[in-house]
Structures are given as C-alpha cells and as structure tokens.
C-alpha cells in the first residue's frame, strides 16, 4: 500500500503549478454538472463522495460510439470488462479491484437489481438511450440489498421528456448490424412517455458464434399535484450461438484445438427471454421526500451446450446439458430522503429482495472432432439424467444512511444495514443408467442475520473558486449469500455466505477552472469464503475458497483540452492472493496461501480522446492495456500482456450522422476469462470488428 500512499501527495503537487498561477476563467466542461445517486441515493457530486466514484455519460458513449459494457468502461480505472464468457458472446465478466467474478459486483438499471437476488443478468443489458452509467468501486451502498463486494454498475436511461424522435440502422463484419428507433410518444393523462426499440446481430470469427437480440423499452413518467409517477416495462429476447472456450494443456493452449473452432454440438443455444416491471412513485412528506419502487421480473433461459472434457480419447471426448432455468425477482424498496435539514442529509428505508428459481434438464456426452468439425447434432444426443434444482430466496434490510457537514470543509458519513437472508434448495439427480437407484439429493435451508455498514470521510485541502482538492478514507462491510449455478451443480448443499471488508484512501482534485478532473486511490480488501468453481468427477461445481487480499492502487485523469476535445486515461495495480486456501490438484491437496488469483492481473491502463464538435467531422480513440497475469491458481502458467485498439470516425450535418466504428483493431485473440463449465479453459477476445452506420435524429 505505500506506492498509494506516496501517489497521494504527488496528486496534490501535481495540482501545486496550476493552484500558483492566476485562475482560469471557468468554462462549461460536459462534466461540470455530473451528479451520481449510487452513493448516496440523493444527488450529489462525485468529487464530494468518500468512494471511488466515476460517470460516464450517454454524451461521451455516443461520442465513442460504444454499446457494450466493454467499451462503455473501457476508461474507467479499476475496472476490466471480459467479453463474453459461460453466460454467452452477448455476456460479459466485469471485473473490480483485481477480482474477476460473475457475481461478485451488483448490476443496476433504473434503480432496479438487474438479476435479483440471482446472478446479474449482463446478457439481456441493453444501452440504447443511457442518460449516465454510474460506477462505484468498492462495497455496495447500505441502500442496496442485492450487496456487492467489489462494485457498482448503474445504468441510467433518458426521462421520456428527454427523449428525442430518431432511426439508426448499422452493418458490420461476420454478418452484423442492426436497427435502433425511439419515439416520444403522444402525451397522454398528464404522463410523458417514449418508446425505444432495437434489433441486432453480431457475428465472430469463431465457427457458428453469433448473437441477436431484439428489446423494447417503453418508458413512463406524470408529475402529478402530489407527486411523480413513473412505470417502465422492458422486454428482451437474446439468442445465442455459443462459443467454446479453448483448453490449455500443461503450460500451453493445446495445438489441435485451433483458435476459431467452436466444440458445441451441432445448433447449440443459449437463449435468454426477460421482462420487467417497474412502479414508482416519489412524493413530499413534510420535510422529507417519499419514495418508493416496485419491480417484478421474469426470465427464461434455455440451454444446450457443451465443453471438451478429455483431448486424449478420441471417443466422448465432450460433456454437454439441455436445460430450462425459470426465474421471478419482485424487489420492492422504501424509503425517506431529507436533504434540507442544517448540515445533514439522511436515508433511511426498508428494501425486500425476493427471488424464486427453478432449473430442469440433463446431462450428456458426446464426441466431436478437436478442430469442431462435424458436431452431433440434438437427435443424437439423449440425456444421460434427470437434473432438478429449485431455490429460493428473500432478502431483507432496513438502513440509515447520513452525510453530516460539520464545517465547510468536512464531509462525514455513515450508514448500517440489517440483513436477514433466507434461502431453501431442493437438488435430485436421477441416473438413467441406474433407474432402480431413483432420484438421489436432498435439501438444504439457511438463515442468516448480519449487520453491513460503512463510515467515511471527505475533507477539502484545498479550493479556490471552482478548483478544489478533496482527501478522502472510508472503510465498508460487506455481506451475501453464496451464488448458485443452476447448471451442472446439481448438490443440494447452500454455501456459506460470502463477507468482505475494504478500505479505501485517496483524494479527488478538479483543476485548471474544472477543466481537469484527478483521481487516485489505494484500497485494501480482506475476503472470506469466495465462491470458485472446482472439477469433481469431470463436472464443475462451487465450492467456497477460504480467504483472500486484495488491495491495489488506482488513478484517472479527465481533462478537456478544448471545448470539443476530451482526453481521458486511467490506470490501476491491483495485486489479488490467496490468504489460506487448499484445493485437490490430481489427487493431491495444494495450499494456495500467497498465489496470485487466476486472469487478474497486476496492471491495467487506458488512454483515450475524443473530438465531439457539433457539426462536421468526429472522432475517438481508445487504447487498452491488459498486464501479464496467471492462467492458473498454482501460478506456473504465466501468460503475457497485450494492447487493443478501438476507433470511431464520424461525421454530422444537420439531423444526420454517419459514422465508422472498429472494435480491436490490434486482432488479438488473448484469453480474457476462464470457463467455469469447462476445466482449464479459456475465453478469447473476440477478433476485428468493423461496422458502419447512419443515423436521423427528427
């Protein structure tokens, strides 16, 4: 933690020449007006929040002329986005402070836990008409029921009255393009309303991989006399041609598993259908604001996969599953803002968390070719058992949250969190090859009560009109029940629950009359009873991990060079061991205490500008940098670090625009995660892509 510490006070002499000269006239930089609601679920400046707080607005993702979460985050500091992964090519990994999980950062859209109580639901996430992305590194708010130990993503779409009337329609390589149109609607009842919907398709390098997705997002909002009223319904329905992740062979990626081919059976899916509901309403009560959101969701994901089990044979070579996985989320919270008090600003409110699951389907096994030539297909294919599993789950809090001012240079904050979580799974496995034997599982039930909280603090050292250089600690509690895979895991036993306790310092700066934003922080995490998955008999399951440290330190700039030129750059160092862990590796139990994690690695950076006049010409450019990381826990397969490239060009006139876009212009094809389904296995990133497109804005 000292590099973090010594970067603290060069951030301040950095700022020292700027603070000496006579102050720039201030401008009006995009970000000047940037508030968040992550943090503290009132509006406030990132630069005034204890936390590692950053805002990428829907502005700069046109600019960028990004869709995804890998590029919409790709100048964020700390954070690393892997495309996509087990959950499919339109899926993603994120990962925070040097750890890479699925379910270890909690996803929000509107306000609303993306996935419940389950795992975040990254492959139906759509940003066409984002207004902000929020991202907070570190422990989810007390406010959040669905915790996070490492990360916040909120997606914030556009308020219907903003909305403007316009057509987009794109083509790419590998077969993609799409279509994207949204609509004002008519005023009806005092309510504003919009419609977005879009279509898509994106195709790869690999062999029978692709995606398309078709959404629908119909937004809703009345300010009525007593207060404001808001129901939003979004549809989505993703198809998926999966990918295969390629194996690894001692210390190298196996030869005779090219890197396009693809070892699913012949017409394999991964097909995700999800709707949801959202109610809201915010209204006065004496000094105080009321607000309340209610949220049901229903997803469906059906499922026929596979992965290579043994490169040796070259017979049932291969190990696949068919699957339905149903899934219902109600989230319901309330609570009570006050903003107006003396120095003081108080949350306070109740949230509920209710998540019911169900999985059904069977395993196989099968032979394919090693370069993916002549896949079995379905018929082929019968199921050697009968997998069921259900579970449930509630999820309970009541919270308090309060920012207090002491002095004008003081920020103080606190907030405490009571958890009770419960949680039942059923789990039967029936052998056809053994009928007689029946069904074979059990169940398993869990209740726990915990407290979470967090304190912080924001001092300013130093302002002068809008300049200012703020220091900040904070130190979080963080606490959630265990992940479930729904897949092959087919054990009745509930894992423990998953804790972790991080702190954080840095300090925040704006300088050069608001024209350039600093950031730098260090940050320390122990964690307890990480969810990995482990190969028990050729299949995969969770197990916990013991404990683990992670801790890191990490700095982003933003400085608008002129009123149309923005440049961006980030960087972190993020060192992630195990602290006391054994696992079986052939036989023979292993203690991991002071092994790097697997695919984390020590550095990440990024650099990017953007030109963004008006009218004419337009243009950004995003590098990437990916340091050396571990393919493996025992950490003798050392793997190097690579750069990729994205750029856009475009060009405005009037209500038109068109523009070109290319995503890893460098075509690498590194391994960016690792397969949870298939043992020492490895996701690449995705080849070259280009796409042009045309856009009306009515």
């Known amino acids: 933690m000292k590099p973090a510490l010594a970067l603290i006070p060069c951030l301040l002499v950095a700022g020292a020449p700027l603070c000496g000269q006579a102050p720039a006239p201030p401008v009006s930089p995009s970000n000047s007006a940037i508030v968040e609601v992550t943090a503290t679920r009132f509006p406030e400046d990132p630069i005034r929040v204890p936390a590692s707080v950053q805002v990428v607005t829907g502005q700069e993702l046109a600019a960028r002329g990004v869709t995804d979460l890998q590029g919409a985050l790709a100048l964020v500091a700390g954070v690393n986005i892997a495309p996509g992964g087990d959950a499919g090519p339109a899926a993603s990994i994120p990962e925070f402070m040097g750890l890479k999980e699925f379910d270890a950062f909690l996803l929000v859209v509107d306000g609303v836990p993306w996935g419940g109580t389950f795992n975040p639901a990254l492959s139906t996430l759509d940003l066409e008409n984002v207004d902000r992305i929020e991202i907070q590194r570190g422990a989810a708010p007390v406010m959040y029921g669905a915790t996070s130990f490492v990360g916040v993503i909120q997606v914030i779409h556009k308020k219907p009255a903003d909305i403007h009337d316009s057509l987009q329609i794109s083509a790419g390589s590998h077969g993609s393009g799409g279509t994207v149109a949204t609509v004002r609607l008519p005023r009806w009842s005092k309510v504003d309303s919009s419609l977005t919907a879009d279509v898509a398709k994106q195709g790869y390098d690999d062999p029978r991989t692709s995606f398309k997705r078709s959404h629908v997002l119909w937004r809703n909002r009345a300010e009525l006399a007593s207060g404001t009223l808001r129901f939003d319904l979004d549809a989505s329905a993703v198809d998926q041609d999966p990918a295969s992740p390629r194996p690894r062979v001692g210390a190298v990626f196996s030869p005779d598993v090219p890197v396009d081919s693809n070892q699913n059976p012949a017409g394999a899916y991964l097909n995700d259908r999800r709707a949801t509901f959202t109610l809201g309403w915010d209204q006065d009560a004496g000094s105080a604001v009321w607000s309340t959101i209610l949220s049901a969701s229903r997803a469906r994901q059906d499922v026929f996969r596979g992965f290579l089990v043994d490169l040796s044979t070259p017979s049932l070579n291969a190990h696949g599953y068919r699957e339905r996985i149903e899934t219902t989320d109600l989230y319901f919270d309330t609570h009570l803002t006050w903003t107006d008090l003396p120095g003081l600003k108080v949350v306070a409110g109740f949230d509920h968390l209710h998540g019911a699951g169900t999985g059904h389907g069977g395993d196989f096994d099968y032979t394919v070719n090693l370069n993916g030539s002549n896949p079995p297909g379905s018929a082929a294919l019968p199921p050697a058992a009968d997998i069921r599993v259900d579970d449930h789950r509630d999820f309970s809090g009541l919270y308090g949250f309060a920012e207090w001012h002491p002095a004008s240079r003081w920020i103080l904050e606190a907030g405490l969190r009571m958890n009770r979580t419960n949680e039942s799974r059923r789990a039967y496995t029936l052998d056809f090859g053994n009928p007689a034997a029946g069904y074979v599982g059990g169940q398993d039930q869990r209740t726990v009560n915990r407290l979470t909280g967090s304190l912080g603090a ?18 979080r509690t963080a606490y959630k029940p265990s992940a479930i895979d729904f897949g092959l895991d087919s054990t009745p036993g509930i894992l423990a629950p998953e804790t972790a306790r991080n702190w954080d310092l ?36 969770l197990v916990n991990a013991g404990t683990q440290r992670f801790q890191g330190v990490e700095g982003s700039a933003d400085w608008r060079l002129r009123p ?52 004419g010409f337009t243009g950004a450019l995003t590098a990437r940098y990916t340091g050396s990381v571990f393919l493996d826990k025992r950490n003798r397969v050392p793997y190097g670090g690579y750069a990729t490239v994205d750029a856009r060009l475009g060009y405005r006139t009037g209500p038109w625009e068109f523009q070109a876009t290319g995503q890893n212009l460098t075509d690498r094809r590194d391994p960016v995660a690792e397969s949870e389904m298939g043992d020492a296995q490895y996701y690449l990133m995705p080849g070259r892509r280009l796409q042009a497109g045309v856009s009306l804005r009515f």
């Open 458 to 475: 924001t001092w300013t050292a130093w302002e002068a009109g809008v300049d200012r250089v703020n220091l900040f600690a904070s130190v």
């Open 564 to 615: 149309d030129w923005t440049l961006r750059g980030a960087y972190s160092y993020h060192d992630s061991r195990f602290r006391d862990y054994v696992q079986v590796f052939d036989g023979t139990p292993a203690q991991l205490a002071g092994k790097r994690l697997e695919m984390t690695p020590y550095h990440l950076g990024s650099l990017g500008l953007v030109y963004a006049p008006a009218q």
């Open 506 to 541: 840095g300090a925040k700066s704006r300088l050069a009359g608001g024209r350039l934003g600093l950031e730098v922080s260090a940050f320390l995490m122990d964690f307890e009873n990480l969810v990995v998955s482990q190969s028990l008999g050729g299949l995969p399951v």
